[in-house]
Structures are given as C-alpha cells and as structure tokens.
C-alpha cells in the first residue's frame, strides 16, 4: 500500500505573521517556483483486462497407434495452442498529468498548504489526512493442471517390450483389463467387491485415474490454464474525435497480440462523451469572476465516457468512465480557505474532481 504523505507546513506560525496574506496557487514552474506545496491533477489511463483460456493439446506417445488399438480415428497427432477470451473488463486509473502541476505558495493565514498527496504528488485532499487508493488487483491466474502421467501405470511388461509398437499394443490390452474390472466392481461382480460405500468409491476412483493416464498415451490431453493480459490506453482527443481505436489483437493461436501482428483479429475501442460540460459562458461579468478567483485551487471537472472494447463480432465488455483530460481545469474559491480555516476538501485519485467539501469545525 501507498505510504500517504501528509504535509503541514507550519501554517499556525505563519498565520501569526501574516493575517491578510491569501491563498496564492499558482502554475508550477520548475526552477523558479519556490516555498510552495507542488501537486498535479490526474490524466486518465484506462487499463483493459483481457482474461483468456488457454488450451494446450498434447498427443500421446501412442497416438499413431490410437486407431488402431482403441478405434480412436480423431486422435491429434501435433501439439496445438488454442486461446479463447472468457471475459474482459476496464479499470481507471490516474496518473500525473504534466501539463496539469500546480504550487501551492506558503503565504501566511491559509490552511492550503496541508496538503495529502500519493508518493507521485497526485493531489489527495487540502487540510485533512487521505490514503491513497491501492490499484484495483487483477484477476488471478490459474495454472494448467499437471499432465497425466501414464508411464506411471505401465506394468513391467510393458515397459521391457522390444519396440514402440508391442508397448501400445500391451498398453491397450492393460486399458481393457482395467474397464472390465471397473463394470464387475459397479455390478458387484467382482471378488473383491467391497461392501462400504466409501471403500468402493475409493477403488473406482483409483481405477478412473489409472485409465485416463494410460488413454492419455493415446488420445493425448488437454491442459488448460486461465491466463490474465492488459493494454495499458491513455484517451486522446484524436481517438475521442474518430470514436474509435484499435488498441490490439487477438490471435487464437498467440493470445493477446499488438495491434500491428496481423496473426490476430482487431480489438476496437470505441469511444464517446455521455454527458459532456456545457461550452464555456462567453459573459463579461463570469470573466471578472473568473479572473479573481485564479489563485484558487485547481481540480479537474472530468466528462463522462462510454467505452466498449469489441471484436469484428461481439462487443466484449461496455462501461462508463469519466476522463480527466475530456473535461476542464476549474478553480475553486481561495475563499474557502482564507476565510474559513477549517474548511477540508477531499479530492477523487484518478480524476482530480472534488469528492467532499466540509468543515472540521462541524463535525
């Protein structure tokens, strides 16, 4: 987990100092701005999950032989990969935008300068202690089960035939034996039948593994594991104006591939504004208003999009999300702390926009 960084930078003696000095937030000029909190507003980064079953088939050691011994006429004879995507999904996450950093100058009777911010200087909240929010986890991963080991069943017999072909033959003959024993234990044929239930699950049991190793010498097996991939996308006003994207690919032989490997089949994201921001009021009056609140807190107003990410056929996952850098930078008021010092803003991770404004005194 983040370690949060809280920074309180001796305000009560400043404001000692200084009582009409007023909240001065400012864009941060590396090299130049100096006795300040520097902070930046987030950029939206979408993170596609892609969640994908890969099948790996193994043939036998005795699958030329499979059709011939077990009437298996369909047995693979070569090791192939097949992947398919069980489902997919999109998390949010922001990051610091460059072009978005702020100083927070420290001038006398303001609580502005208390400040949490992550370790990557991600703007958390003014005057009031916020964690950082751990990354959303990924899926897990899901190893293939071990491979069945049908040498592991092989009577002495087999194992000190003279060639390949007399083993699966024996092999075979072994394969039969072992089903007429499992159908006289299910009728309660057999000597050694036993009379508890338990028992006798038990021994089929073992008879089930024992077969399905030594068919696997013929047949081959699959062996699937559950495996996790991501594309990492930052939303650009580019993509936003096409309204579509091609972010990869996906191959049923490779998995998830660029988007340039033309062994795969497109990935498209489209993209589109669900509620965008009211253009700006062209007004005299909002302009003067505007102008003398320009040293005042900076935070993101996102606008909310609808994503869906598809193949050629199917639409795979559709969500919405808001984006930081569709929206606006606004400010608010240095009022909230020059007059109140108690006020506590908390401001959302990954988009900069104000979650909570409330006075400590209040609560």
Do not use: C
Not at 125 to 142: I, R, S, T, Y
Not at 204 to 220: I, R, S, T, V, Y
Not at 237 to 254: H, N
């Amino acid at each position: 987990m983040y370690k949060m960084r809280y920074l309180a930078m001796a305000v009560a003696a400043l404001a000692a100092v200084a009582a009409t000095a007023q909240t001065d937030v400012a864009e941060f000029r590396p090299g130049v701005t100096v006795d300040g909190v520097n902070y930046f507003l987030p950029r939206t980064r979408l993170r596609i999950v892609v969640e994908a079953d890969k099948a790996v088939t193994v043939p036998g050691e005795f699958a030329p032989y499979a059709n011939r011994y077990l009437r298996l006429a369909d047995a693979p004879t070569v090791e192939t990969t097949e992947w398919t995507i069980s489902q997919v999904s999109i998390q949010a996450l922001g990051v610091p935008d460059s072009a978005k950093a702020y100083s927070i100058r420290l001038k006398g009777r303001t609580s502005a300068p208390l400040v949490s911010l992550t370790p990557d200087g991600l703007l958390l909240g003014v005057n009031v202690a916020v964690e950082p929010e751990a990354e959303a986890p990924l899926p897990p991963h899901v190893a293939a089960p071990a491979p069945l080991r049908g040498r592991d069943f092989m009577t002495q017999e087999i194992l000190s035939a003279g060639s390949t072909a007399k083993m699966a033959q024996l092999t075979a003959e072994e394969i039969y034996d072992i089903r007429e024993s499992r159908n006289a234990l299910v009728r309660g044929e057999a000597d050694n039948t036993p009379k508890d239930g338990a028992q006798l699950k038990l021994m089929l049991d073992n008879l089930d593994h024992q077969l399905a190793a030594l068919e696997a010498l013929f047949k081959g097996q699959t062996l699937t594991s559950h495996e996790v991939q991501t594309i990492d996308y930052e939303p650009t006003a580019a993509a936003l104006a096409d309204g579509r994207i091609m972010v990869g690919r996906f191959s049923r032989r490779l998995g998830l591939v660029d988007a340039d490997d033309l062994s795969g089949e497109p990935l498209w994201l489209t993209l589109r504004p669900v509620s965008p921001l009211p253009a700006a009021a062209d007004d005299a009056d909002v302009a003067r208003k505007k102008q003398k609140m320009e040293q005042g807190l900076r935070i993101n107003m996102p606008v909310r999009t609808r994503f869906e990410v598809a193949t050629p056929t199917q639409t795979l996952v559709a969500t919405e999300v808001p984006v930081a850098q569709y929206g606006s930078v606004e400010v608010l008021s240095d009022a909230l702390f020059n007059k109140h010092m108690d006020t506590q803003v908390e401001i959302y991770q990954h988009t900069g926009s104000v979650r909570r404004v409330s006075n400590a005194a209040d609560e």
